[in-house]
């Protein structure tokens, strides 16, 4: 049986596992897995079959080096996580040598969920799931008026940048924090808000940040997976429940959210919904238009997450498909050899 031949470019490390579960899949098609970086010993090379070093250019550039690669190669499906937008809007680069890309191709639906604030002005409009109270800061005279705002209204406060991925770039406004006490402990993402605004106030503007209120409460990571036109097959709410557990959780309210997201925006493949808890309300972070940095632990449930949005993509049925609750799991790291070439 031939081989179908699968490309991830820039990816975080944890696309280690999703490189084997799609090769270690329940229907044994054989799979090739090719994948791209900037940095030759990135963990995300490691489990595949054939690597190279990517050029850091951006946009169109980009979209036409990842275009060549699977030219090159006769790749059947490409799975973009760098720079996303630019490739799905240059689909037609991958249309004309027959390789099919698992990105979500509503271009101005993508861009609005790769930027906070322009998906948080979209999501409030619909009734799917509350968002926290927010505000959009450029300068070091709106984040105080941000702040000041939402302390009005009885919040903690914290801020992102509108467009980071993770936690890059969350801090938490403390003014309680002791820096004598966090040099002799474990490092915090907290700061105080005459240190931030300080920070701020060293340059004319920055890039939009997104200052909000302090979710407290559960941290929810909803994986999804959706067929090729959004219709969506299954989803496994996976919380944080203290130090690296997990819990896979049969959750009513946020299944009925994901259905809803689901209904709403059609997003393709795999994506993930982050929900945070404020006393008994759920409220949005964020919606992440791609697996998340934990679906291999969501794939615990029975579903092979990776795989079958692979397979939806190749334009098979995937059937009825019932995830596996209630289950409590964690992770330990394993050493491995690096390559120690790749060009």
Request: with cysteine.
């Amino acid at each position: 049986m031939k081989k179908v031949k699968v490309y991830f470019n820039r990816w975080f490390s944890v696309a280690y596992h999703y490189m084997n579960a799609i090769r270690n899949n329940e229907d044994g098609i054989p799979f090739e897995i090719y994948a791209t970086h900037s940095d030759p010993q990135h963990m995300a090379l490691q489990a595949s079959d054939v690597a190279e070093v990517e050029p850091r250019t951006s946009g169109v550039e980009y979209a036409r080096f990842c275009a060549d690669f699977c030219r090159r190669h006769g790749i059947d499906v490409f799975i973009p996580r760098w720079n996303m937008l630019a490739i799905s809007k240059h689909l037609y680069l991958f249309d004309d040598i027959g390789t099919k890309v698992m990105v979500c191709q509503d271009t101005e639906l993508l861009e609005q969920l790769m930027e906070k604030d322009l998906f948080y002005e979209s999501i409030r409009q619909k009734d799917i799931v509350t968002i926290p109270d927010y505000a959009i800061a450029s300068n070091a005279e709106q984040f105080k008026q941000a702040y000041e705002s939402l302390i009005a209204l009885g919040h903690k406060v914290c801020f992102k940048p509108c467009n980071a991925e993770g936690g890059m770039g969350f801090r938490i406004i403390d003014n309680e924090r002791n820096p004598l006490e966090e040099l002799f402990g474990h490092a915090l993402n907290h700061i105080s808000f005459e240190e931030a605004h300080r920070v701020l106030s060293s340059t004319e503007s920055f890039p939009n940040l997104m200052v909000m209120e302090l979710l407290e409460g559960y941290e929810y990571s909803i994986d999804c997976l959706a067929d090729r036109n959004g219709k969506l097959l299954a989803a496994v709410p996976r919380r944080k429940a203290g130090g690296r557990l997990r819990l896979l959780e049969q959750h009513p309210e946020l299944l009925k959210v994901a259905q809803k997201v689901a209904e709403a925006y059609h997003i393709p493949y795999n994506y993930n919904i982050q929900v945070k808890y404020n006393g008994e309300h759920a409220k949005l972070l964020e919606i992440n238009p791609r697996m998340s940095g934990g679906l291999h632990v969501s794939c615990l449930s029975g579903i092979n997450f990776p795989y079958l949005a692979v397979k939806s993509a190749l334009g098979h049925e995937i059937g009825s498909l019932h995830p596996q609750y209630d289950i409590l799991a964690s992770h330990i790291e394993q050493p491995i050899t690096i390559r120690k070439s790749v060009h």
